[in-house]
């Protein structure tokens, strides 16, 4: 079992910036795909990045060019920088990781979540 605890979220005008961090209970984040979804009031969860076990990062392509996906092994922490922020990126923001290294977007793929950090950002 694996858990994972964001942090890092809160209120910012539209063009401000968020880091999102993700603390892993164990060792995971060196040998498994780890990610970042979202939820927006009314919508579904939607993939929003992911960086394979080998550094391999993906992103939606809503959030190319503002957002980075990141880890850091020696922590067993993930990271989401977040920049140049949209009022249509407010959403509840899930840290997730799977059994396997490679970058994956189906939510169902995911094997643990954390509880969500909430992102909201004013126009």
């Known amino acids: 079992q694996v858990q994972l605890v964001e942090s890092g979220g809160g209120l910012v005008q539209a063009g401000g910036s968020l880091r999102l961090s993700c603390a892993a209970s164990?060792?995971?984040?060196?040998?498994?795909?780890m990610g970042w979804f979202r939820q927006a009031p009314g919508k579904e969860r939607e993939f929003v990045a992911a960086?394979?076990?080998?550094?391999?990062?993906y992103y939606t392509d809503s959030v190319k060019g503002r957002f980075t996906i990141s880890r850091d092994n020696t922590k067993n922490t993930l990271y989401l920088q977040m920049n140049s922020l949209k009022p249509e990126d407010t959403a509840v923001y899930y840290c997730?990781?799977?059994?396997?290294?490679?970058?994956?977007?189906?939510?169902?793929?995911?094997?643990?979540w954390g509880q969500g950090t909430q992102v909201t950002v004013s126009s």
């Open positions: 960086i394979s076990s080998g550094s391999t990062t």
């Open positions: 164990r060792r995971t984040t060196s040998t498994n795909a």
């Open positions: 997730v990781c799977r059994v396997g290294s490679a970058v994956v977007t189906a939510p169902t793929l995911y094997n643990y």
